[in-house]
Structures are given as structure tokens and as C-alpha cells.
């Protein structure tokens, strides 16, 4: 019995200078690691749109304001503190010529003064504005707003059999305003009865809708924003006569004018 006591006072010391072990063993103190820091990245000012700045705004110093931009990224057609620090009063004032979205950088191409015409500021070279009389039925229930892109459908009566028949004349066109309301300050309208809506046209487009608004009634139709895109191009060519303007229609070959 004495035996098997000092058996188990033997285990029970073991089993405390193990348990001590452990624990001292468990307090090393911890490896420094050292992280080796790379190459330092240049940075510069940039001037970005504060928020979305849609077409036709006139800008304010709430609209711009100056962020870091690594220096190899800021391509020449940015606008830098470092060389024009005064750039937010110089551009206060200035109509935007393109939208530019929130984040982006404000590239001057998309500005315009604002001096002379408000509207003939807005328009690219090139293009022509044009006004033509809406309704809501005739405007996608008044939901057409400006800056948005339509299709224009004319429809008019065969002089003869008296049928009606409806035709898309132009695609892709942009809304200019609305009456005198521009995207940039539109605060929600749309194409209330009896309103204008100013169209942006080639010159060989506005002579289509003038001689088409004399033929019969001109429909718009709103385009969704998937196929908007200003690269997409009109299916379509005309050629002027006499009497009519002749469409070139996927091969087909249509006349507008008094003949129809």
C-alpha cells in the first residue's frame, strides 16, 4: 500500500513539471516580422465631379472639387492643380457639353462657354436644332425627357387607297429640351400637351422632319438606354426630288411628299 502511494505522489510530480513546462514554454516572446515597404507612388491633384453633372449644366464650385490621382494615370487631357490651380473659377460658369458621372474626372473637351446662345452652345459641330410640336401620345405618354435618344415615326394617309400607314424616318436622335427646358435643369419635366421638343439633327436631317411635319404626324419613340449609345448609326439614306423626299429603306425605296 506504502508502494502505491509513492507511485502515485511520483505520477502526480511529473505530471506538474510537464504542465510547468508547457506553460513556460508558451511565453516566448513573439518574432518581429519587418515588411519591406515598395516604391512610393507619386501622386497629383485632379478635378472630378462631385456629383453627376448631366447635360446642359451650368457649373458651379459645388459641382468640382480637387482628389489624389497617381501621377502615371493622369493623361494630358486631365485637369491638374499643380498647372491650372484656378481651374474651379475658371470653369464656374461653363455649360457641359457631354454628362459626365460622379467620380469622373472633367475633361475641358466637355465644356462650352456659355457666352452667346445657351442652346447653340450644347450643339456639336456640325449638327442643327430643331423644334417640333409634342403631345403625350405622341410622346411615349409624356415620359420623354431631355437628353434621352428617340426614334421619330411618321404616319400618314395613302392619298390612294385612305389607309394609314406608319414608317421610323430617323433613329438614334437626341432630345435637345423640352419647350425651353435642357437636361441640365429640367427638374423633372416632360412632354406635357401642346409642348415643343427641340431635336439635335444632321442638316440633311432637319430637312426630313420639316417636309415630314407637312406630310403627316410625326410619333416619338423613346429608345432604351442599352442602344443609345451615340456610335449607334440611322439604317437609312434619302435623296431629295421635287416633289418628295425619297427614303433608301433596307433596299426599299419610299417617297414622302404629295404623291402619298
Known sequence: MRNARVLVLV????????????????????????????????????????????????????????????????????????????AIEEFQGKLVRHAVFKGDPIRPERLVSSEGGYLSALLPKGKRALAVSVKPVTTAGGFILPGDKIDIILTRSDAHTDEMTSDIILQNIRVLAIDTVTAGNQDGATAYPERTATLELKPEETEII??????????????????????DVTKMVRRKTKSAVTFV??????????GN
Do not use: C
Open 11 to 86: 505520477g502526480a510530480l511529473v505530471a506538474g513539471l510537464l504542465a510547468a513546462l508547457l506553460v513556460i514554454g508558451g511565453d516566448d516572446e513573439p518574432k518581429t516580422v519587418f515588411v519591406e515597404k515598395g516604391p512610393q507612388v507619386a501622386m497629383a491633384q485632379v478635378l472630378v465631379a462631385t456629383d453627376t453633372l448631366p447635360l446642359g449644366k451650368p457649373l458651379s464650385d459645388g459641382d468640382m472639387h480637387w482628389v489624389q490621382w497617381p501621377v502615371e494615370l493622369a493623361s494630358e487631357g486631365l485637369i491638374q492643380k499643380s498647372i491650372q490651380p484656378d
Open 210 to 231: 420639316a417636309q415630314a411635319q407637312e406630310v403627316g404626324t410625326l410619333t416619338l419613340a423613346l429608345r432604351s438606354v442599352a442602344d443609345s449609345a451615340d456610335s
Open 249 to 258: 429603306r433596307y433596299g426599299n425605296v419610299e417617297q414622302l411628299g404629295s
